[in-house]
């Protein structure tokens, strides 16, 4: 591990500079790190949003490092955070504490779905005087052009992560949820990127072991998904992302949910989910998980990422063979390919085997592998995932496949890989078509 975390380190400082903070016991920075928001030179007032998983004593902490730094605390409390999934409700009462309180910056504690709220919570504060619906800010870029009409800036966020998952805390990314439609929607902004992040990895230790797993899967879906669809001349970036990705989740997943308090498991899946942040900043996720976006009822966002993965796998296989070898290298090493002399193989049965390896990975750490096995999916998902699929402003999620996909292509192509999905059947997967 020693190898690939320090590997994972050098790609972190070349990817955030001097605006991450990151490492074991490194929480109580904040405070300095917040004091320069001030406004002329006077100590800055923060609001202090805590995620729903975020526990008291990270807060208490939080608040005690801006304290005697400062700073004022408005409301003299951490405003309770985003419930999971970020629901669009939440994001409205979040904003209503910005403009009620004023606050020079914002300090965000959680996990994705806190630090995502807060995102969107902030871009709306900022510019609800152009639109006060939060629809009117999905998609690719809309943020940014509503800042150069308005001449607005954005209030600063500081994001702390408090579990190894998504890598909301270092992305453009802001995931939102319609409870109602059971269906997520996107902001992708660079404008929405936090100012600061930090992320103490030894607060990751009372993740419970289900998110543990999640957070595993996701990172490992952000990395693979964009290493599948990235341009030739990030290849070799993104190449050892992924294999350092691989290198730290796959042989620490189980030694952290069996062992929670084993510190060097916890940093390695920690420089894992964070280089996972760093794929997405390259490029863009696409299949598994556009599709997660319509399971937010089903299960978790990181394991609908890692069922789907496999079986869009066999689905890419035409456009991604050199990126399976590199990608079965890393399952051969830890023993999740099943197939001997899997590196003869090519085309469709380099898909297969390399998928299955996904899954021998998943069912190690209790996982599951198709969507069948989760009591709430029912066929009425699969109309959802492929209805999603056409929205015009998730179609980014398609143009980043390794071979773009239409939405006119969505029922018959999509359509099959769900239905593999649902029963763990690759041959049920047609083959999509190299464009030319």
């Not at 510019?127 to 954005?154: I, Q, Y």
């Not at 998504?166 to 992708?188: F, M, W």
């Not at 869009?312 to 001997?340: D, N, Q, W």
């Amino acid at each position: 591990m020693r190898d690939s975390k320090e590997r994972a380190v050098a790609l972190l400082k070349q990817f955030k500079g001097n605006s991450y903070t990151f490492g074991l016991n490194v929480l109580d920075q904040v405070g300095e790190i917040a004091k320069s928001q001030g406004k002329d030179g006077n100590a800055p007032f923060v609001t202090v949003i805590g995620g729903a998983r975020s526990s008291k004593s990270i807060a208490d902490r939080v608040i005690i490092s801006l304290k005697k730094a400062g700073a004022r605390i408005v409301p003299d409390r951490c405003v309770e955070g985003a419930r999971p999934n970020a629901p669009r409700e939440d994001v409205y009462r979040l904003e209503s504490y910005l403009l009620h309180f004023k606050p020079d910056c914002v300090v965000s504690i959680g996990g994705g779905s806190g630090i995502d709220a807060v995102k969107a919570a902030a871009a709306l504060a900022t510019l609800g005087t152009e639109s006060p619906e939060l629809d009117a800010w999905f998609g690719t870029g809309a943020v940014t052009e509503g800042l150069k009409r308005s001449g607005k800036k954005l209030l600063p966020h500081i994001a702390i992560e408090t579990s190894a998952s998504s890598g909301a805390h270092l992305t453009k990314y802001s995931n939102v949820t319609d409870p109602i439609a059971g269906q997520k929607k996107l902001i992708v902004d660079d404008a929405i990127v936090p100012f600061h992040s930090i992320f103490d990895y030894s607060v990751t230790v009372n993740m419970p072991a289900a998110l543990t797993v999640d957070g595993a899967l996701d990172a490992v879906a952000h990395a693979v998904e964009v290493f599948y669809g990235v341009s030739d001349d990030k290849y070799e970036l993104c190449k050892e992302i992924t294999e350092t990705v691989l290198d730290l989740v796959l042989p620490y997943t189980k030694r952290a949910v069996d062992k929670p308090d084993d510190l060097e498991a916890r940093e390695a899946l920690g420089l894992a989910t964070d280089l996972g942040g760093y794929a997405i900043m390259i490029g863009g996720t696409n299949g598994a998980h556009l599709t997660s976006f319509s399971l937010v009822d089903v299960t978790t966002h990181g394991r609908a990422c890692g069922i789907m993965n496999p079986y869009y796998t066999v689905l890419f296989a035409p456009s991604i063979e050199k990126r399976l070898k590199a990608i079965g290298a890393c399952y051969a090493a830890v023993g999740h390919m099943k197939k001997t002399g899997w590196e003869s193989l090519a085309g469709r049965d380099l898909a297969v085997a390399a998928a299955e390896g996904m899954m021998s990975f998943a069912r190690s750490v209790g996982a599951e592998t198709k969507l069948s096995e989760f009591p709430n999916f029912t066929p009425k998902h699969v109309t959802r995932a492929l209805t999603a699929a056409k929205d015009p402003q998730l179609k980014m999620k398609l143009q980043n496949m390794p071979m773009p996909m239409s939405s006119e292509q969505v029922d018959e192509y999509m359509g099959s890989v769900l239905d593999a999905a649902v029963t763990g059947d690759f041959s049920k997967i047609k083959t999509l078509p190299v464009a030319r």
